[in-house]
């Protein structure tokens, strides 16, 4: 059965910074691309970056140069590192492979 589990959300300041946890369980991680959605109140879910199995990365326009997605194969964890964050990035941010879902973790940024 495969298992996504998100951790580390919060509450900070713009200008903050929060890193974002998905323990994976289930299914061989290491051949896997993982991704990080995000959904803010009203608005639909949306892209915000993809790790693939080779390592490679990319990122939705609105986060490229703040965050950073990473990947522990030991752990099967993937990181959301989130820095210079803005009140427009307050959401709940959803860990995401193949056709699973983690249960998604709130971030919210105050100005």
């Known amino acids: 059965q495969v298992q996504l589990a998100e951790s580390g959300g919060g509450s900070v300041q713009t200008g903050g910074s929060l890193r974002l946890s998905c323990v994976a369980a289930g299914y061989s991680y290491a051949n896997v691309d993982m991704s990080w959605y995000r959904q803010a109140p009203g608005k639909e879910r949306e892209f915000v970056s993809r790790?693939?199995?080779?390592?490679?990365?990319n990122y939705a326009a609105s986060v490229r140069g703040r965050f950073t997605i990473s990947r522990d194969y030991a752990k099967k964890t993937t990181y959301l590192q989130m820095n210079s964050l803005k009140p427009e990035d307050t959401a709940i941010y959803y860990c995401?492979?193949?056709?699973?879902w983690g249960q998604g973790t709130q971030v919210t940024v105050s100005s």
């Open positions: 790790i693939y199995s080779s390592g490679m990365t």
């Open positions: 995401q492979t193949q056709d699973y």
